[in-house]
């Protein structure tokens, strides 16, 4: 099982981003997905979780400005970030609870991560 995230990249204050995340390999079912993200010299910390019957889970911080959506027929995991300030700025994590044969455990899968830049 892989997690590929895209969509980072350099932007100014203000400004939108929309991450992705495909989950790809050997899957049976994807349970919870979330974005994770990682500001410089500082420990890696929740943004937004979606459950598999749809339910979203924001942090504080990001809470009116980022919208976690999935497509279940796609495998995909996406993150619209709006109105981004610097304190934006980090690496930013895919991360599914996910399920590679019928009747096995749910597992943890981590995504390389995607730098996301705010800066004027």
């Known amino acids: 099982v892989q997690l590929v995230e895209s969509g980072g990249g350099l932007v100014q204050p203000g400004g939108s981003l929309r991450l992705s995340c495909a989950a790809s390999?050997?899957?049976?079912?994807?349970?919870?997905l979330g974005w994770f993200r990682q500001p410089p010299g500082k420990q890696r910390e929740l943004v937004a979780t979606?459950?598999?019957?749809?339910?979203?889970n924001y942090a504080d911080s990001v809470k009116g400005r980022f919208t976690i959506s999935r497509d279940n027929s796609k495998n995909m995991v996406y993150l619209q970030m709006h109105s981004l300030k610097p304190a934006d700025t980090a690496v930013y994590y895919c991360?599914?609870?996910?399920?590679?044969?019928?009747?096995?455990?749910?597992?943890?899968?981590w995504g390389q991560g995607t730098q996301v830049t705010v800066s004027s």
């Open positions: 979606v459950t598999g019957d749809g339910d979203t």
């Open positions: 991360r599914g609870d996910i399920r590679e044969k019928w009747g096995e455990a749910y597992y943890d899968y």
């Open positions: 390999g050997s899957i049976f079912s994807i349970n919870t």
